[in-house]
Nanobody
């Protein structure tokens, strides 16, 4: 069993920034996903376990940055230039068998509890 603890959500105005953090018990490929009310969970960003290669959804490319803090077994999602369309519950996820990254929900076995991000206009 892998435990993931997320932090850093909150309420901001459009154009502002937030940093989300996800702490785990080891070094894993990690993905960040989000789910808005009435919508399916969607991919945001991911980072590889082996070489920290990253991948982003088109909607956040250039605004969001995923990175790894090896000293804390954590990964952060730096979110800049936020818009109301970014409002959602954000989840981090890992899988023990993934060496690279994946943008598919079904490829991840362990999920955090989610943290709310609300962007007002």
């Amino acid at each position: 069993q892998v435990r993931l603890v997320e932090s850093g959500g909150g309420l901001v105005q459009a154009g502002e920034s937030l940093r989300l953090s996800c702490t785990t018990s080891g070094r894993y490929a990690m993905g960040w996903f989000r789910q808005a009310p009435g919508k399916e969970r969607e991919f945001v960003a991911a980072i590889s376990r082996t070489d920290d290669t990253t991948k982003y959804a088109d909607s956040v490319q250039g605004r969001f940055t995923i990175s790894r803090d090896n000293t804390k077994n954590a990964a952060t999602l730096e979110m800049n230039s936020l818009t109301p369309e970014d409002t959602a519950v954000y989840f981090c996820a890992v899988d023990l068998s993934l060496s690279t990254y994946s943008s598919r929900v079904k490829d991840y076995s362990f999920w955090g509890q989610g943290t709310q991000v609300t962007v007002s206009s």
